[in-house]
């Protein structure tokens, strides 16, 4: 059992150029979550999804996209890069009954230069 | 602006003694409460769930949630060397979606 898979695990971008950061999960969890997590801070929510064809934007969307075509999938899209978005990214997942915890990914460590 | 509070640490603790935790929370409808552990450079994981006031013991952990003062803690018995991380205090608002505090640094000194 997978659980939630991500990919790649560390990349290094050039400033204004855009790439994708996969997460699948094999659980069958409706819930998917992505985060960002600075160093020596806590997680900030980025964009979540409730189920497919289904997304909102969580404390900082700015600078990113999203999409769910599928209840697997929720690959996260940054245009253009930028310095600030140097971080940890997490994707997480969640069975759709309210109380279940969230399930993480190992994350993307992303540079950008 | 719901926040989750925790004092940041480092919270050194010698091996064998009880490492305490705390968190405290400001939106009075949160229903659930995680405690999740994260080793540096790695992703967080799931130590403990609460979701009602009193206590939950789970082998060395034990949680502890009072609703009435908003403060969940997180207790480790014999603490061991591999139990020094970051533990992350998560609180679920109205739309079951997760606040999460910051973190507590624990060293556990052999």
């Known amino acids: 059992n997978a659980g939630v898979t991500q990919t790649p695990k560390f990349r290094i971008l050039k400033i204004g150029q855009s790439m994708t950061l996969q997460c699948t999960q094999d659980?069958?969890?409706?819930?998917m979550y992505w985060y960002r997590q600075d160093p020596g801070m806590g997680l900030k929510l980025i964009y979540y999804?409730?189920?497919?064809?289904?997304?909102d934007k969580g404390e900082v969307p700015n600078g990113y996209n999203v999409s769910r075509s599928t209840t697997e999938d929720f690959p996260l899209r940054l245009e253009l890069a930028a310095p600030s978005q140097t971080s940890v990214y997490f994707c997480?997942?969640?069975?759709?009954?309210?109380?279940?915890?969230?399930?993480f990914g190992d994350g993307t460590r992303l540079s950008i230069l | 602006q719901k926040e989750v509070e925790q004092n940041s640490g480092p919270l050194s603790v010698p091996e064998g003694a009880i490492a305490s935790l705390n968190c405290t929370y400001s939106?009075?409808?949160?229903?659930?409460f995680f405690w999740y552990r994260q080793y540096s450079g790695k992703s967080p994981e799931l130590i403990m769930s609460?979701?009602s006031n009193g206590d939950k013991e789970d082998g060395r952990f034990t949680a502890q949630l009072n609703k009435a003062s908003q403060y969940v803690s997180l207790l480790i018995r014999d603490s061991q060397p591999s139990d020094s991380a970051t533990y992350l205090c998560?609180?679920?608002?109205?739309?079951?979606?997760?606040?999460w505090g910051a973190g507590t640094k624990l060293i556990i000194k052999p």
């Open positions: 997480a997942s969640r069975r759709q009954t309210g109380n279940q915890p969230q399930h």
């Open positions: 659980m069958n969890h409706n819930y």
């Open positions: 999804s409730v189920g497919a064809g289904i997304t």
């Open positions: 939106d009075r409808v949160s229903q659930s």
């Open positions: 609460i979701y």
């Open positions: 998560a609180v679920s608002d109205s739309n079951y979606q997760l606040i």
